[in-house]
């Protein structure tokens, strides 16, 4: 049996390009639904890194500024520290309250001391830095040492009713074995409110 089509050949040709173009057409949308997809995507990733770097220059901030609070903290942290040891070093010295309990129960009675003075009158303050001994694959670290040239000195002036009692004063400090040396440098006799003491200066070195 031969089979005949009926529909004339212009009709075919229009038929073969609507099914044609309905193909191509399919084609264009499903790849302009892909750009647009690639596109969406891209613009999300674009925010997303909009608002990493965003970030980043916030934390960098932050960061900035936290660098800054601990470099203060720490300064104020190092000053704290040196006026501790300074405070120690002085302390550690000499016993002061000590020393003038040992004066007081050396003074003979009825003596008495116009003034107590080191020499030199202040303490001289030094910072030497030692250097320890890096240990292996660390860096080297650095102690700061708190040096305090303290007086060795004591010079003390007072007045006495007898002539003897300086010589006494000092043979009571010689004695306590707390001193090096002690001597007196003067004694000599003053009028005070019409009486005669004599004024003495001794001085003990430690």
């Not at 000053?79 to 050396?106: D, F, P, Y």
Request: with cysteine; glycine share 4%; proline share 4%.
């Amino acid at each position: 049996m031969v089979g005949v089509n009926l529909i004339p050949l212009s009709e075919q040709y229009k038929q073969l390009r609507r099914a044609r173009f309905a193909r191509w057409g399919g084609v264009l949308a499903l790849g302009l639904l892909a750009l647009c997809i690639s596109a969406g995507m891209d613009w999300t990733r674009r925010a997303e890194a909009t608002q990493l770097r965003d970030s980043c220059d916030r934390i960098q901030t932050q960061l900035a500024e936290a660098r800054s609070a601990l470099r203060s903290v720490t300064s104020d942290l190092q000053a704290v520290e040196h006026e501790i040891e300074h405070a120690t070093a002085l302390r550690t010295k000499r016993s002061w309250s000590g020393m003038i309990a040992l004066l007081a129960r050396c003074l003979p009675e009825g003596c008495w001391l116009r003034s107590l003075a080191t020499e030199p009158d202040k303490p001289i303050q030094s910072l030497r830095k030692r250097t320890a001994p890096p240990a292996s694959g660390a860096e080297s670290a650095k102690d700061t040492v708190v040096m305090i040239e303290a007086p060795r000195r004591l010079r003390i002036v007072g007045f006495a009713p007898v002539a003897s009692d300086p010589n006494v004063f000092v043979q009571a400090l010689q004695e306590s074995a707390v001193f090096a040396r002690v001597d007196l440098e003067r004694s000599q006799e003053e009028s005070i409110l019409s009486a005669l003491y004599y004024r003495f200066e001794v001085t003990c070195e430690w």
